[in-house]
């Protein structure tokens, strides 16, 4: 069955230093992976996809199939970061996602 | 562009109750999920409607029920209320023709259930 782990609920790091939030996931088929952000009073939003490759707001996520990991990372934390990260997996042939538990990110200044 | 509007925003039920929670999708957007999301836990996928029929579904039982109607808007039905069922219902529209996964959400619906 699809799983997705996200091991830290809160992860406290200082503006400037970098940042690491964990996903592993679990699922048989070919994964394809997301990384949704809930800022503080917004909704639910789509940060990034792993299919594009792309860096947003400096974040950036990598699928490792052998690790099968999907790690968020950006190198210098910034206090607008602050908020609550969901990686998610992509299932059932549809826009079925999968959701891991969340981290929430808080950067101290 | 109007986004995803649900309603109500918060709502108190009792044990055995029905609910009925409302999703306006986002325009040109033909398809809607539904998500619960208890306390301290990541959104669990309910079901997905396309073009009014359903379009899979998650590990809930049948007296969780929905519809799409022709505007493409949603209702999320929940009868006989357990107290387990208190969380945040949220409702997520996106287009076949968008990227895959890319999910707009609405703010939720808060379901408490006494």
């Known amino acids: 069955a699809q799983r997705v782990t996200q091991p830290e609920k809160l992860l406290s790091v200082f503006k400037g230093a970098p940042v690491e939030l964990k996903c592993n996931y679990s699922?048989?088929?070919?994964?394809?992976l997301f990384w949704y952000v809930q800022y503080s009073r917004q909704r639910l939003q789509l940060l990034l996809r792993?299919?594009s490759r792309e860096s947003i707001k400096g974040f950036t996520a990598d699928l490792n199939k052998g690790e099968t990991s999907f790690h968020l990372k950006k190198p210098f934390a910034q206090e607008e970061d602050s908020a609550m990260y969901y990686c998610?997996?992509?299932?059932?042939?549809?826009?079925?996602?999968?959701f891991g538990t969340g981290t929430q990110l808080k950067v101290e200044l | 562009e109007t986004g995803v509007t649900q309603s109500p925003t918060h709502l108190i039920k009792t044990r055995g109750q029905q609910v009925t929670l409302r999703c306006s999708s986002q325009?040109?957007?033909?398809?809607v999920s539904w998500y619960q999301q208890a306390l301290g836990q990541g959104p669990q996928f309910i079901f997905q409607?396309?073009?009014?029929?359903?379009?899979g579904r998650g590990n809930f039982p049948p007296r969780f029920s929905g519809l799409q109607f022709p505007n493409y808007s949603s209702e999320l039905n929940v009868n006989a209320l357990e107290l387990d069922d208190s969380a945040l219902y949220l409702c997520?529209?996106?287009?076949?023709?968008?990227?895959?996964?890319?999910?707009?959400f609405g703010e939720g619906s808060r379901l408490t259930v006494l």
């Open positions: 699922y048989s088929g070919s994964p394809e």
């Open positions: 792993h299919i």
């Open positions: 998610a997996l992509l299932t059932g042939g549809g826009n079925k996602l999968t």
């Open positions: 325009s040109g957007h033909n398809t």
């Open positions: 997520a529209s996106s287009t076949g023709q968008g990227i895959a996964g890319e999910l707009f």
């Open positions: 409607y396309y073009r009014e029929e359903e379009n």
